[in-house]
Nanobody, 125 residues
Framework: QVQVRESGGGSVQAGGSLRLSCAAS????????MGWFRQGPGKEREFVAG????????YYAGSVKGRFTISRDNAKNTVYLQMNTLKPEDTAVYYC??????????????????WGQGTQVTVSS
């Protein structure tokens, strides 16, 4: 099995930056798709960013493209989400997810099997 746990959330002013970390464990971690989702107040959970097993492929929701960067360090079993130029609409609980498959693109909740507890990101105007 795979366990994931997010950290690094907090409050920041619009235009600021935060880096989220996702500590993952499990014997198949390096071969899993990893992704970030978020759920804002009164909104459905949405895909934010994904990365394949090797880190050679990354992909993003249009709303964060150019501002957010996903990366992974398999030696540390850690996935990161660097968030720059944050906007109030980025306010949400951010979830890290791990998929047991090796999909080139995984942006659906059903593509993932394990989820972290979430970390709150609040962006003030």
């Amino acid at each position: 099995q795979v366990q994931v746990r997010e950290s690094g959330g907090g409050s920041v002013q619009a235009g600021g930056s935060l880096r989220l970390s996702c500590a993952a464990s499990g014997r198949t971690f390096s071969s899993n798709n990893m992704g970030w989702f978020r759920q804002g107040p009164g909104k459905e959970r949405e895909f934010v960013a994904g990365i394949n097993w090797s880190g050679s492929t990354t992909y993003y929701a249009g709303s964060v493209k150019g501002r957010f960067t996903i990366s992974r360090d398999n030696a540390k079993n850690t996935v990161y989400l660097q968030m720059n130029t944050l906007k109030p609409e980025d306010t949400a609980v951010y979830y890290c997810a791990a998929g047991l498959g090796r999909h080139r693109v995984a942006e659906r909740e059903s593509d993932y099997d394990y989820w972290g507890q979430g970390t709150q990101v609040t962006v003030s105007s």
